[in-house]
């Protein structure tokens, strides 16, 4: 049939992924091979070991997502793949392979910026339009965005220090739980008591929309500490739910401020962290009426090659398009 094919490839962390997506918006596959067994003995991603996994799976996993699409290198016509923000090694492998492919088979490649990738999610298999303000939320990122249209943002606020899915994984290994931590806390929270212990929730001043966690980890350690030193038990459940709370309290009230100082009357969720049940609840309470949030399945929140795919695919009818020069960059901006 008539319809645009798009690869999508992404490298950036500690997925190994390749998605087949016809025109920009519908999956055909999505493979997503975690490297998460090799990480997690060491409580979080190691670079050296991540670029490793990449290199050695790269080629199948693309064939797979081809296989499953059932269609071949030739009938793609486009390469997408994330050229940063990310792990610089990890990123490479995933450039140079695109690079490769579409060199090969003589069609346009496209780099992406992963942050862009998380809020594209959004769009796959759904029928969404900007403007709206997106929070990004993952393992490497806080970001309050407001996105105008395709390719058009402002960011309104980031955060200062610690991202918030990074809070979720240091507080989920001082708790013992493993790795990732997001996933887990989100678990066992159900079970605890989120009002048992008042940790800070930190007020950026003079009104910006940033954000610290780094405070409220401290606190959560030395809470850990002291119980710890005075004999006292503490109840793992109590201490993850109260901390998800503080996080999500942060989260909650600058994404509403931030619609509101932009008068926008749409707030999308997008990253790992828009996987929380807690905070996709708290933003379902606090909206409604004239007010609508949206949120990508599940899924699609964690980072995964058709998001991609999806980006790369609106900035190419956008009229870009990247040469065989593209490099891999760890800080990319958006
Ligand atoms: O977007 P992502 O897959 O990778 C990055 O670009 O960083 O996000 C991974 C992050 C991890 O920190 C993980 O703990 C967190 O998202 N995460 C969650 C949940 N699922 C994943 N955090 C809280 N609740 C969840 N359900
Ligand atoms: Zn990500």
Redo the contacts with the bound molecule.
């Keep these: 049939d008539g319809s645009f094919i798009t690869l999508g490839i992404e490298t ?2 500690d ?1 190994t992924s390749a998605a087949v997506v016809t025109d920009g918006r519908n999956i055909l596959s999505n493979i997503i091979l975690s490297q998460t067994e090799w990480h997690e003995r060491f409580g979080g991603v190691v670079p050296e070991i991540a670029s490793r996994k990449h290199l050695e799976s790269i080629c199948a996993v693309v064939e797979k997502a081809l296989l499953e699409a059932g269609v071949g290198f030739k009938d793609v016509d486009l390469v997408a793949v994330t050229n940063g923000p ?1 792990l610089i090694g990890a990123l490479l492998v995933g450039v140079s392979y695109a690079k490769a492919v579409a060199y090969a088979i003589k069609k346009p490649l496209i780099g992406v910026n ?1 942050i862009e990738g ?1 809020i594209y999610a959004n769009f796959l298999e759904n029928d969404f339009e900007p403007p709206f303000v997106c929070l990004v939320v ?4 806080t970001h309050l965005i407001h996105m105008r249209d395709h390719g058009l943002y402002e960011v309104l606020g980031r955060t200062l220090d610690d ?4 809070a ?2 240091k507080i ?1 290994r001082a708790l013992g739980l493993g790795y ?4 887990l ?2 678990k066992i929270a159900k079970s605890g008591d989120e009002n048992a212990i008042a940790f800070p929730v930190a007020h950026i001043k003079d009104g910006a929309l940033d954000f610290s966690f780094s405070g409220l980890k401290s606190a959560v350690l030395n809470f850990l500490n002291n119980s710890r030193q005075r004999g006292v038990q503490v109840k793992v459940e109590d201490v993850a739910a109260s901390f998800q709370k503080a996080v999500v309290t942060a989260l909650v009230e600058n994404t509403l401020e931030a619609a509101k100082r932009v008068n926008s009357k749409v707030i999308a969720l997008a ?3 828009a ?3 807690r ?1 996709r609840g708290e933003l379902l309470n606090r909206t409604g009426g004239d007010l609508e949030v949206r949120f990508p399945p ?1 899924k699609l ?3 995964n090659a058709a998001m991609i795919a999806c980006a790369g695919y609106y900035r190419y009818k956008q009229g870009f398009s990247s040469d065989l020069f593209l490099d891999a960059y760890a800080n990319l901006r958006l």
């Design positions: 950036s962390c997925e990310g992963h998380h993952s393992g490497g990122h991202a918030a899915g990074e979720f994984d989920a990732p931590g997001g996933p806390i989100d990253g790992g962290v996987a929380n049940s905070l599940v929140c964690t980072d």
